[in-house]
């Protein structure tokens, strides 16, 4: 699979390869812009390597590009890990804009890990 999308002013691509070899498996994961000021941008960017980094994944980040791959998951594992970045892309569009602190970006690491995706602040 190779999905790239622009959602907003975000730009992200998925590349992957999900098999019963678990030796053939990989995903990668590719995030970058938006039109925040910088520190919302860095602060949607330690979210992003946050979760998943979380997930298993090995984050890399320069500015405000995340990249991040994943190698030989079982092919269930990479179905549910390719699940988990569509949900991820969408609802990381606009959270710079509730990510008011370097404190909360924590706060929506751990919600969205616990598949609390709406980020209801209460």
Not at 87 to 107: E, F, K, Q
Request: aromatic share 14%; net charge negative.
């Amino acid at each position: 699979m190779n999905f790239n999308a622009r959602v907003g002013y975000h730009f992200s691509t998925i590349d992957a390869y999900c098999d019963a070899v678990k030796d053939n498996n990989y995903i990668t994961f590719f995030f970058q812009g938006g039109a925040s000021e910088d520190s919302r941008r860095l602060r949607r960017v330690k979210f992003l390597s946050g979760v998943l980094g979380a997930l298993g994944f090995v984050p890399e980040t320069r500015g405000d590009r995340v990249m991040a791959y994943l190698r030989k998951d079982d092919k269930a594992e990479t179905e549910q890990k390719l699940d988990m970045l569509g949900r991820l892309t969408l609802c990381s569009l606009h959270l710079d804009m509730l990510m008011t602190s370097d404190a909360s970006v924590d706060w929506f690491v751990r919600a969205f890990l616990e598949g609390n995706y709406n980020f209801e602040l209460h």
